[in-house]
């Protein structure tokens, strides 16, 4: 439901349009009326109004004024000029001062309708944006624009939330990191995620419909489960209902919360009512970090390679946390450094570190990975990639652009083309500058760009499965968060 403010100092002006909004224009509601501009302005901030429709000429501020005042102050708010055939010219102005349209009177009730039909889909797409930019600000706990106002656009008495992440905690230490994401406009639901492996959801309390919310977080964790085999999914829900002011609260826990609970290749949903929880290394476990360390420090690499392979064994039993298990081994790297400074051949490991820890689907997947980088840097072995480096490089790019209505991941490429994460993940970061994740997402969605342009008139679903989403709406908003648009709103631009 739309909010309108009449302005008009002729009562039975300002009653004409109620009643033809109240009749005919079951989307919109009159919440409040003024004679003036200096008592409109007065009133914005406490009736909210989303769209203000004002006469022209009236005494103490005319609508000219009113207009170019909201304008300024609230970009957000949509204008409508009511103006007499004889103040025509006088109007036009107006459209310099920010309105959006203007009508004439003698007012005609279809004239109005039809223009606030028309108007319906801009303020759709304007209460999208403020609840995206305010779902921004609140995850991130900083401050929104000055005049955007939280109750406005999360109109809900009460709210649940739920964060689901596939695989491991977002990168935090390469550049080019994973895109932004955030709900299409046809959701119900307000979804936010720091990159595309992520959703956390806003979840109105009067859209369960008598369900349970840990039943409605309960089926979105499962729908992820069952997207991808190669990937592992974590949700934490918040068990209570919250007004939208403690939203940041609530997703300050709920991170906290992933951030302890993720254990790498087991899938988790946590209801939010345990207690923190920790895993204390064994003295086996201690015992063995040393052993390894002592074969850093004597250049062992075949001894320092079976012993690394018996710790990983042990942090795979004991169920450690990912933040565990990432310490422990820049803990073993930043030694190898200090002992053999690799640095200006293969530069720093932090990158191939954080990458291995985004894809990884398994603790044994991420052992073979970790050896790997470990063999890679040792001393003993400083090696050479060879001639043909390019040359299979460009096959594997070439095998993406083929195939990606395939599921692809960094595991499946890797197992087909014999090379291990850390080095694909190294080449890409060296012939592209970019991660292998981004790259797969930017041709994915230049595909689907090319394919909306060519093809216009095709369903979103049948152009999400051509280039490898199986979800129309996870397609719609990586979708929106490389491009800028929608996928319908693309089609509407270019077409």
Same mark, same amino acid.
């Given at each position: 439901?739309?909010?309108?403010?009449?302005?008009?100092?002729?009562?039975?002006?300002?009653?004409?349009?109620?009643?033809?909004?109240?009749?005919?224009?079951?989307?919109?509601?009159?919440?409040?009326?003024?004679?003036?501009?200096?008592?409109?302005?007065?009133?914005?901030?406490?009736?909210?109004?989303?769209?203000?429709?004002?006469?022209?000429?009236?005494?103490?501020?005319?609508?000219?004024?009113?207009?170019?005042?909201?304008?300024?102050?609230?970009?957000?708010?949509?204008?409508?000029?009511?103006?007499?055939?004889?103040?025509?010219?006088?109007?036009? &102005?107006?459209?310099? #001062?920010?309105?959006?349209?203007?009508?004439?009177?003698?007012?005609?009730?279809?004239?109005?309708?039809?223009?606030?039909?028309?108007?319906?889909?801009?303020?759709?797409?304007?209460?999208?944006?403020?609840?995206?930019?305010?779902?921004?600000?609140?995850? #991130?706990?900083?401050?929104?624009?000055?005049?955007?106002?939280?109750?406005?656009?999360?109109?809900?008495?009460?709210?649940?939330?739920?964060?689901?992440?596939?695989?491991?905690?977002?990168?935090?230490?390469?550049?080019?990191?994973?895109?932004?994401?955030?709900?299409?406009?046809?959701?119900?639901?307000?979804?936010?995620?720091?990159?595309?492996?992520?959703?956390?959801?806003?979840?109105?309390?009067?859209?369960?419909?008598?369900?349970?919310?840990?039943?409605?977080?309960?089926?979105?964790?499962?729908?992820?489960?069952?997207?991808?085999?190669?990937?592992?999914?974590?949700?934490?829900?918040?068990?209570?209902?919250?007004?939208?002011?403690?939203?940041?609260?609530?997703?300050?826990?709920?991170?906290?919360?992933?951030?302890?609970?993720?254990?790498? &290749?087991?899938?988790?949903?946590?209801?939010?009512?345990?207690?923190?929880?920790?895993?204390?290394?064994?003295?086996?476990?201690?015992?063995?970090?040393?052993?390894?360390?002592?074969?850093?420090?004597?250049?062992?690499?075949?001894?320092?390679?079976?012993?690394?392979?018996?710790?990983?064994?042990?942090?795979?039993?004991?169920?450690?946390?990912?933040?565990?298990?990432?310490?422990?081994?820049?803990?073993?790297?930043?030694?190898?450094?200090?002992?053999?400074?690799?640095?200006?051949?293969?530069?720093?490991?932090?990158?191939?570190?954080?990458?291995?820890?985004?894809?990884?689907?398994?603790?044994?997947?991420?052992?073979?990975?970790?050896?790997?980088?470990?063999?890679?840097?040792?001393?003993?072995?400083?090696?050479?990639?060879?001639?043909?480096?390019?040359?299979?490089?460009?096959?594997?790019?070439?095998?993406?652009?083929?195939?990606?209505?395939?599921?692809?991941?960094?595991?499946?490429?890797?197992?087909?083309?014999?090379?291990?994460?850390?080095?694909?993940?190294?080449?890409?970061?060296?012939?592209?500058?970019? #991660?292998?994740?981004?790259?797969?997402?930017?041709?994915?969605?230049?595909?689907?760009?090319?394919?909306?342009?060519?093809?216009?008139?095709?369903?979103?679903?049948?152009?999400?499965?051509?280039? &490898?989403?199986?979800?129309?709406?996870?397609?719609?908003?990586?979708?929106?968060?490389?491009?800028?648009?929608?996928?319908?709103?693309?089609?509407?631009?270019?077409?």
């Amino acid at each position: 439901m739309y909010r309108v403010m009449v302005v008009d100092d002729e009562p039975s002006a300002q009653q004409h349009i109620c009643s033809i909004i109240e009749k005919k224009c079951p989307e919109y509601q009159v919440v409040a009326r003024a004679e003036n501009g200096e008592e409109a302005l007065a009133r914005v901030d406490e009736v909210l109004p989303d769209i203000v429709i004002t006469d022209v000429r009236m005494p103490r501020m005319d609508g000219i004024g009113l207009v170019s005042r909201l304008h300024k102050a609230h970009p957000e708010i949509v204008t409508v000029i009511v103006s007499g055939y004889q103040d025509f010219e006088y109007a036009k &102005g107006a459209i310099q #001062s920010g309105v959006s349209d203007y009508l004439l009177k003698p007012l005609n009730p279809s004239d109005l309708h039809a223009l606030l039909e028309r108007l319906a889909g801009v303020l759709g797409g304007i209460q999208h944006r403020c609840r995206t930019e305010l779902m921004r600000a609140m995850c #991130s706990r900083s401050r929104p624009r000055g005049n955007l106002s939280v109750e406005r656009y999360f109109p809900a008495q009460r709210y649940y939330a739920v964060i689901i992440r596939k695989n491991g905690l977002p990168k935090r230490f390469t550049r080019q990191t994973g895109f932004e994401i955030f709900s299409t406009k046809e959701e119900a639901v307000m979804v936010y995620g720091r990159d595309e492996m992520e959703a956390l959801t806003l979840y109105p309390a009067d859209l369960l419909a008598g369900r349970s919310f840990a039943e409605a977080a309960r089926q979105l964790y499962e729908a992820d489960l069952g997207q991808n085999p190669y990937h592992y999914v974590t949700a934490v829900m918040h068990p209570e209902p919250f007004q939208i002011a403690d939203f940041p609260g609530v997703v300050k826990r709920l991170y906290r919360q992933l951030d302890e609970r993720i254990v790498i &290749g087991k899938s988790r949903f946590i209801d939010g009512t345990e207690a923190d929880w920790h895993t204390e290394p064994s003295a086996k476990e201690k015992e063995q970090r040393e052993l390894v360390e002592y074969m850093i420090r004597g250049e062992n690499t075949g001894g320092m390679l079976a012993e690394a392979e018996k710790l990983f064994d042990l942090w795979a039993a004991a169920g450690h946390n990912q933040i565990y298990i990432e310490n422990q081994i820049r803990y073993l790297l930043h030694l190898m450094k200090r002992n053999h400074d690799f640095s200006e051949v293969y530069g720093s490991y932090t990158f191939l570190v954080d990458e291995a820890l985004y894809y990884v689907s398994s603790m044994e997947e991420l052992k073979l990975e970790m050896l790997a980088l470990l063999k890679m840097l040792a001393p003993a072995a400083p090696g050479s990639e060879g001639d043909d480096t390019e040359q299979l490089f460009e096959a594997i790019l070439s095998y993406l652009h083929g195939n990606m209505d395939q599921p692809l991941t960094i595991s499946t490429i890797c197992g087909k083309f014999s090379v291990s994460q850390t080095t694909l993940s190294r080449w890409f970061r060296k012939y592209k500058n970019i #991660s292998f994740n981004n790259y797969l997402t930017e041709i994915r969605i230049q595909k689907a760009r090319q394919i909306l342009q060519q093809n216009p008139g095709a369903f979103i679903k049948d152009v999400a499965e051509r280039v &490898g989403y199986g979800d129309q709406f996870y397609f719609s908003r990586i979708f929106r968060s490389v491009v800028g648009l929608s996928p319908s709103e693309f089609v509407q631009k270019t077409g």
